[in-house]
């Protein structure tokens, strides 16, 4: 039906005679004149009506509306000196319509496709004019970008793709299964998987030894930051591998899929243990784009004049005493914003929030009173401290400092 998208037409193409089909996305009517902005999966496109080169065309423009459905057929040619639009990839030619058909006519747009301020209930009753906005085409490009070259990275390794039975039984696992009612087996139910687990462990024993699938999963629970009760995941499972091997697997196929979306990635990643982890960022999943790690000073406590803390100290394997350096986080906290952070930080364990702030005068806060003039100069030397700093302290039981002051890390940041 249609010979060209949108921007497969350029400078190269003047003189074409094309065929083009696709939405109206905004039309202006200049003294007789109409110009209609074409948009299909590509972009946008200008078209021109002019009376004066076919009335017919121009009659049937003059009755369109915003998102109806066109085919135009026309010529391409260069817009007039001083009317390029750089906006577009094809702001230098205009196609001038000989033929215009309205494909489909639209009733009154609810809203404004691409007004930021139209709400989400709007936008998701209306799904389908919600999806017409360029920024989610091009969320589910990625999307398909992704998709394919983990297919294709994966097939190149060996690995076979594996579709699992959606309808099974169910299985012990973290969360609710999701039941189907049964029509042949009357009060018996199928349950829907919270991951191919069984299915892949079946495929190992039978020799398989590779096996993938992009996989729905469904877990009966509460929203998560990154999770909802219908996800999908890269499901991989591989026989006689080590550590390295699944490591090596997953840095390629990384590298792969943001290769394909537009981003190149060196392997192999960095790595760091676990303990190392959790001792200077508090998770095992940090963000490294910031430095902000946590230092331990416990050892600095030991003999403190703060029953509190000492007794803390005294506990080394079982206990912690972490120190968050901001630099230059003196002026950007004012005493409201450290009260929020202890309030936020409560919320996972925290008692309080000790903190100094380095002055041009010197260290100030509470906490120095405790210390003797040896652990403060040990402080400034292992913190690097600066005019302008602001330190953050959190003790306590290992596992809920590296948690809270972890979070605290992020929050800061």
């Not at 639009?85 to 230098?92: E, F, M, S, V, Y």
């Not at 360029?134 to 990275?153: D, G, H």
């Not at 005019?387 to 929050?411: Q, S």
Request: with cysteine.
């Amino acid at each position: 039906m249609r010979t060209h998208y949108c921007t497969d037409l350029d400078e190269k193409s003047v003189g074409e005679e094309v065929t083009l089909a696709g939405w109206v996305n905004s039309y202006r009517d200049h003294g007789g004149v109409i110009f209609i902005d074409l948009r299909d999966k590509s972009g946008l496109i200008q078209l021109v009506c002019d009376p004066a080169d076919n009335e017919k065309a121009h009659k049937v423009a003059s009755e369109i509306r915003d998102e109806f459905v066109l085919i135009a057929k026309g010529k391409v040619r260069k817009r007039g000196e001083g009317l390029e639009n750089p906006r577009l990839k094809t702001g230098k030619i205009e196609v001038v319509v000989d033929d215009l058909k309205i494909e489909n006519r639209s009733e009154p747009m609810p809203f404004t496709l691409g007004d930021p301020n139209v709400g989400e209930d709007i936008r998701l009753k209306y799904r389908y004019l919600d999806l017409r906005q360029k920024e989610m085409f091009e969320t589910f490009k990625l999307r398909s970008k992704a998709a394919i070259a983990a297919r294709n990275l994966l097939d190149s390794l060996g690995f076979l793709e594996v579709e699992t039975p959606i309808l099974t039984k169910s299985t012990p696992e973290g969360a609710r299964d999701y039941l189907v009612p049964s029509r042949v087996h009357n009060g018996e139910f199928y349950a829907l998987p919270q991951s191919p687990q069984l299915f892949k462990q079946l495929l190992m024993v039978s020799g398989f030894d590779r096996y993938f699938q992009i996989a729905k999963c469904f877990r009966d629970e509460d929203l998560r930051a990154d999770r909802q009760p219908e996800f999908t995941q890269i499901d991989v499972e591989m026989s006689f591998c080590d550590q390295e091997d699944v490591m090596r697997v997953a840095e390629e196929l990384l590298k792969a899929i943001f290769n394909a979306c537009g981003r190149e990635i060196e392997i192999p990643f960095s790595r760091i243990t676990y303990k190392e982890s959790m001792e200077k960022y508090g998770n095992d999943r940090p963000d490294l784009r910031f430095g902000l790690e946590m230092v331990d000073v416990i050892d600095l406590f030991e003999n403190c004049d703060s029953p509190i803390f000492a007794e803390i100290a005294q506990y080394k394997k079982l206990n912690r005493i972490k120190a968050l350096k901001v630099p230059g986080g003196d002026k950007a906290f004012s005493r409201k914003i450290i009260k929020e952070l202890e309030s936020f930080v409560a919320k996972f364990g925290a008692k309080g929030l000790a903190y100094i702030q380095v002055k041009e005068e010197g260290l100030k806060g509470p906490i120095l009173k405790f210390l003797s003039d040896d652990a403060i100069e040990t402080m400034k030397s292992r913190l690097d401290l600066q005019v302008g700093d602001i330190v953050f302290f959190g003790a306590g039981d290992r596992k809920t400092v590296w948690d809270y002051m972890g979070r605290l890390r992020t929050e800061v940041a």
